[in-house]
């Protein structure tokens, strides 16, 4: 057999086997083909959803929080928390805020749960969420003791967070008005010493230690 015919015969084969795997695979093709199709399909419908959403969301809000009077507060709180429980980045805070400003909710144990639903369920950038975590901490600490409070906000006085010379300070005070002053001093000087404080808070915690706690 000469050369050029192995040659033709080789094409041959090659073509058969190529054929006959297309046929095998025509299924697994398919659904591959769908896959590369329908998936960014997908995506962008999810993604045009949650904008959706979001928007919706937002005109909620604005609704909400414009048309607010003391006179209707049952359906405010209803709407607001709705928002809350939808556990969205922006709204679900800001809503929480709203009924805290304007004392929507007298249970302090339901606005706490609030407070830890947003915490502690929504995926938040690290500093948004020690913010909210130092919001949480000043609701409580007009009926908190001092371990509570400390509780609440280790969080961020355990790490840099651009929050914990005002977790810091906030535990100053708080020891101070309860005539503690050896704890309170601990506090304040911890943020005279702090690498990222903030600079009026430091100069604060400066007069308070030179002022009131220099003995």
Do not use: C
């Amino acid at each position: 057999m000469e050369e050029q015919d192995i040659d033709i015969i080789n094409r041959e084969t090659k073509k058969d086997q190529i054929i006959k795997f297309i046929k095998d695979s025509k299924s697994k093709i398919v659904y591959i083909i769908l896959i590369i199709v329908f998936i960014p399909i997908i995506i962008f419908s999810y993604q045009a959803y949650k904008v959706k959403g979001k928007k919706q969301l937002a005109e909620k809000f604005n609704l909400i929080t414009i048309n607010f009077d003391n006179e209707n507060t049952s359906e405010t709180i209803k709407n607001l928390e709705q928002i809350i429980n939808k556990k969205d980045k922006t709204y679900s805070p800001l809503a929480l805020y709203f009924l805290i400003d304007n004392n929507l909710i007298k249970n302090q144990s339901k606005v706490n749960d609030y407070f830890d639903l947003i915490i502690d369920d929504i995926d938040l950038d690290e500093e948004i969420k020690d913010l909210i975590i130092y919001k949480k901490a000043i609701f409580n600490s007009g009926d908190s003791n001092g371990d509570n409070l400390v509780k609440i906000l280790n969080p961020i006085i355990n790490k840099d967070s651009i929050w914990k010379s005002h977790a810091l300070y906030l535990l100053g005070e708080f020891y101070y008005s309860k005539d503690d002053k050896l704890k309170a001093k601990e506090y304040f000087e911890e943020i005279v010493n702090l690498n990222n404080a903030n600079e009026e808070i430091r100069l604060q915690s400066q007069i308070r230690l030179q002022r009131d706690l220099s003995d």
